[in-house]
C-alpha cells in the first residue's frame, strides 16, 4: 500500500508562491504515475499538474501554464509543486495521487486527468490565496 503525505500549504496573498510537497513512501525511481489535483467545494476535483517519477514526462493544467511547475527528487521519494503568481482562484484542498508503474502507463498518457484512474491519494493540503 502506498501512502502519499502533502505538505506545504497554506495562506498567501495574490502573486504569491507556494511549495508543495508530497512524500511517498516507496522508491520513486521504479516509476509512479503522479498527479496534484486540487478541489474547492461544490466543484469537481480538478488535476493540474502531473508528472511520471521513471523519466520526465509531465503535463499541466490550463489554467496552471506558466505558474505552476511540478518536479520530483527520487532520492527523497519526493515531488514538489511550485506554485507561482497564485490567484484568489487557486484557493482549494491540494492532494497528490500517484499509481505505480508499469500498470499505470496503460493509462496515463491519456487520462491523466481522471482521478479515478489513481489508486493512491494523500490526505489534502490546503491552500488559500486572498486578494
Known amino acids: 500500500q502506498v501512502q502519499l503525505a502533502e505538505s506545504g500549504g497554506g495562506s498567501v496573498q495574490t502573486e504569491g508562491s507556494l511549495r508543495l510537497t508530497c512524500d511517498v513512501s516507496e522508491n520513486t525511481r521504479s516509476g509512479y504515475c503522479l498527479g496534484w489535483f486540487r478541489q474547492v467545494p461544490g466543484k469537481e476535483r480538478e488535476g493540474v499538474a502531473a508528472?511520471?517519477?521513471?523519466?520526465?514526462?509531465?503535463y499541466y493544467g490550463d489554467s496552471v501554464k506558466g505558474r505552476f511547475t511540478i518536479s520530483q527528487d527520487n532520492a527523497k521519494n519526493r515531488v514538489y509543486l511550485q506554485m507561482d503568481t497564485l490567484q484568489p482562484e487557486d484557493t482549494g484542498m491540494y492532494f497528490c495521487?500517484?499509481?505505480?508503474?508499469?500498470?499505470?502507463?496503460?493509462?496515463?498518457?491519456?487520462?491523466?486527468?481522471?482521478?479515478?484512474?489513481?489508486?493512491?491519494w494523500g490526505q489534502g493540503t490546503q491552500v488559500t490565496v486572498s486578494s
Open positions: 508528472i511520471y517519477t521513471g523519466g520526465d514526462k509531465t
Open positions: 495521487a500517484a499509481d505505480r508503474a508499469p500498470g499505470c502507463l496503460k493509462w496515463w498518457v491519456l487520462r491523466h486527468w481522471k482521478s479515478d484512474e489513481y489508486n493512491y
